[in-house]
């Protein structure tokens, strides 16, 4: 009986100890601290950087543009092609950065060791959903679509890829999605083709006639 109730407390070791390896191989689901609720980590993408501050410059450029209009002397057919070459500049910025993330998911593998603690879903079309990640003792904001979110819903998780060089986290193919760059290309185009359409017989005029 001695023998017996040995035999058995090794086995309930032995079965413990397998439980605790297989737990300590899967991601696990911590409750993220108080804080995060309320900020974000520390650091931005770069790509996000460049959106942000041409949208900050755009938007400053327009609204002191009515102020300055009598200050400014160039022809309009000037003002459409610098429009276009300064479109053309933010398309190769973007479509850089989405050829980065590529050439990351290409000659790394996707890393492991990290812990998933939650999402929160976007609020209006102008947010983006959120997923919080902590890697390497570190807690990351992750910003991405619906897709990402839905599969992660249903328990498939994507692979994660980490930029050492911009310490950015991001799924797979989720660095800088191609739309953004064609989104801009399109803009860079249409807007002066329709601008010379418009004022095609006054191209040749001062802005301040536009």
Request: charge should be positive; proline fraction near 3%.
């Amino acid at each position: 009986m001695a023998t017996e109730k040995k035999d058995s407390t090794i086995q309930s070791i032995v079965l413990r100890e397998e439980r605790q390896r297989k737990a300590q191989r899967q991601p696990a689901l911590l409750e993220p601290p108080q804080f995060m609720h309320f900020t974000y980590s520390k650091l931005r993408a770069f790509e996000r950087i460049v959106l942000t501050l041409w949208t900050i410059h755009l938007w400053r450029a327009f609204s002191q543009f009515n102020s300055r209009i009598n200050q400014i002397n160039m022809k309009i057919k000037t003002l459409f092609k610098t429009l276009f070459c300064v479109g053309l500049v933010l398309t190769l910025v973007l479509y850089l950065l989405h050829l980065y993330g590529n050439y990351i998911e290409r000659t790394q593998e996707p890393i492991i060791g990290y812990t998933y603690n939650e999402y929160e879903e976007k609020i209006n079309y102008k947010s983006s959903n959120i997923i919080f990640i902590t890697y390497k003792s570190k807690q990351y904001t992750l910003h991405t679509g619906n897709k990402v979110l839905d599969k992660i819903k249903f328990g498939d998780f994507p692979k994660l890829y980490y930029s050492s060089e911009t310490d950015y986290l991001f799924f797979e193919g989720d660095y800088l999605p191609v739309g953004y760059a064609q989104a801009s290309l399109l803009f860079t185009i249409i807007f002066p083709i329709i601008g010379s359409l418009i004022w095609r017989k006054e191209l040749d005029n001062d802005i301040r006639t536009m």
